[in-house]
Nanobody
Framework: QVWLVESGGGLVQTGGSLQLSCAAS????????VGWFRQVPGKDREFVAAISPSGGPDYADSVEGRSTISRDNARNTVYLRMKSLKADDTAVYFC?????????????????WGQGTQVTVSS
């Protein structure tokens, strides 16, 4: 069992940046792949970024080049830093963990989910 808590969301101006954190508890978290997904009302949950246990990243095209995912296994925490934020980035952001030793873009691979943190990008 893995418990996940997201933080770092809030109101950000267009063009600004923020860092989301996903704090985990549970055994062997360092062996889990972790993903970030986002969702707006009325739409499906969308892949944003993921990181494998060894630190290999994967990004959605929509955030590639302006996002960085990283993990600190000593702190059981995964970070998502985003810059050059746009209105389209407004969503609830969720982190999720998978026992698959990979950075998966498929939400069906993730068994554990946090409650989400709201990110609002406004001009």
């Amino acid at each position: 069992q893995v418990w996940l808590v997201e933080s770092g969301g809030g109101l950000v101006q267009t063009g600004g940046s923020l860092q989301l954190s996903c704090a985990a508890s549970g055994p062997s978290f360092r062996s889990y792949g972790v993903g970030w997904f986002r969702q707006v009302p009325g739409k499906d949950r969308e892949f944003v970024a993921a990181i494998s246990p060894s630190g290999g990243p994967d990004y959605a095209d929509s955030v590639e080049g302006r996002s960085t995912i990283s993990r600190d296994n000593a702190r059981n925490t995964v970070y998502l830093r985003m810059k050059s934020l746009k209105a389209d980035d407004t969503a609830v952001y969720f982190c999720a963990a998978t026992s698959l030793r990979t950075a998966s873009y498929d939400s069906r691979h993730y068994a554990y989910w946090g409650q989400g943190t709201q990110v609002t990008v406004s001009s």
